[in-house]
């Protein structure tokens, strides 16, 4: 299904690599997120108000933050697919790592708001009415959210996308949250005990955990990581496969965005060499 749908959609499916197809790849997994998290969203908010249940809504808050997030990367694959200008000749595709530290944020707050929503409900209980269509809401939405953490997995893979990579995260962590939710009612409902308080608080843990795990994804490469060995083994490699290239060091890499590297290196050459085949040789490399 996820190929009939990039195949359907996505116009030069073939090469994620290009800059415009990958925008497209960016802007596609976004509006299906979008479409998918609005309408648990609502459906688990609205659920959750009429049957007074604390874990329901707020998993329903989270769904609304995942909408949110869709938009996010909605708007960060359309401003860092923008070609490169004269100020900023090395493109704009950095904006990709300002969203998802916006997604992270934003995801961490939804977090604590449900925790404090939560002991609320612990201090002042209110019985929830775990309803049959309760149920059946929040099974459809596990089966929803796994698929389109799937999807995810699949976009992020193809345009090696950190972003679409923590969407895919949080999804999973959705499905591990609603499934304590899920498994919270059916005790309440059939065994009598009233947890939904603590439950609000164990989704709001996977919120929390999740958000952690986005930042920190998103930290590394703003703050200026070390490139993967294998990357940097690849590049030495490939300059060294040259005849004319005695040896290298000083290997700087600089990352302006996901699959955007710019590198600088020194180069050896016999002394004895011609100095214009050196240069040819060099600029060869370069290009």
Known sequence: MFDYLIRKFITGNQNP?????????????GIVGLTVNIILSLSKIIAGTVFNSISVTADGINNLSDAGSSIVILIGFKMSGKPADRDHPFGHARIEYLTGLILGIAIFFVGLEIIRSSVNKIIYPRPANYSTIILI????????????????????????????????????????????????????????????????????????????????????????????PQFVDRIEKKILSYDAILNIHDLVIHNYGPEVYFATVHAEVDANECFIKSHGIIDCIER
Do not use: C
């Not at 690599?17 to 997994?29: L, N």
């Not at 799937?150 to 499934?179: G, H, P, Q």
């Not at 989704?203 to 920190?216: N, W």
């Open 17 to 29: 690599e290009d800059p415009s197809v990958r925008k497209d790849y960016g802007v596609f997994s």
């Open 137 to 228: 809401i929040l099974g459809v939405s596990i089966a929803a959210k796994l698929w389109l953490s799937r999807f995810y997995a699949r976009i992020a893979e193809m345009v090696s996308s950190s972003t679409i990579k923590a969407a895919s995260v949080d999804s999973t962590n959705d499905v591990l949250a609603t499934s304590a939710v899920l498994a919270g009612a059916l005790i309440s409902k059939f065994a009598g005990y009233e947890i939904d308080g603590w439950m609000g608080i164990g989704v709001a843990i996977f919120i929390l955990y999740s958000g952690v795990q986005i930042l920190k994804s998103i930290l590394g490469p703003i703050l200026g990581e070390m490139p993967d």
